[in-house]
């Protein structure tokens, strides 16, 4: 990272701005260019849960080249009068595959419910996590970086 000065390296920066962070970004490959979308996650410890759907893109890439990118920022502020941006930010990489176990599906959906607040059941019944495919993501690096006003 040239500017050191903003590096962030403590586990308590990822977590805050992991928690923070409503999609990360997730990029994947897709022969000659990357693909990059945003998507809904949650993370359990060193891993990362994504739902979806059980075809398409994002799951053809990934069956294809497991490595991927991920990454956030959260408390954004553009500093018109200093030409400057404020943020925290984390980016990582990983290796995702699809979830086959149906115990951990329904662990990762209830992660993902309980991160969204959402309104489904919890624990999730098998009949919910068997129409969705789950990937996870597990992290092999992260990286931190933040831009605060002074």
């Known amino acids: 990272m ?18 923070k962070a409503e999609v990360i970004f997730l990029a994947l490959t897709n022969g000659d260019f990357p693909y990059c979308l945003p998507v ?10 994504i739902h979806c759907a ?29 030409a400057s941006t404020y943020y925290k930010s984390v980016c990582g990489t990983g290796r995702a595959q699809v979830v086959e176990n149906m115990t951990e599906k329904r662990h990762a959906l209830d992660c993902i419910g309980s991160r969204y607040a959402a309104r489904c059941p919890r624990p999730t019944p098998e009949a919910t996590a068997r129409r969705v495919a789950i990937l996870r993501i597990d992290i092999l690096s992260m990286t931190g970086k933040a831009c605060l006003p002074k």
């Open 54 to 82: 059980h075809e398409g893109l994002k799951l053809d890439c990934v069956r294809a080249d497991p490595r991927v990118a991920f990454s956030c920022a959260v408390d954004i502020e553009i500093d018109r009068e200093n």
């Open 2 to 19: 040239r500017r050191t000065d903003r590096e962030r390296t403590d586990a308590a920066f990822f977590d805050e701005v992991l928690a």
């Open 40 to 49: 809904n996650f949650a993370r359990d410890g060193e891993r990362l849960y």
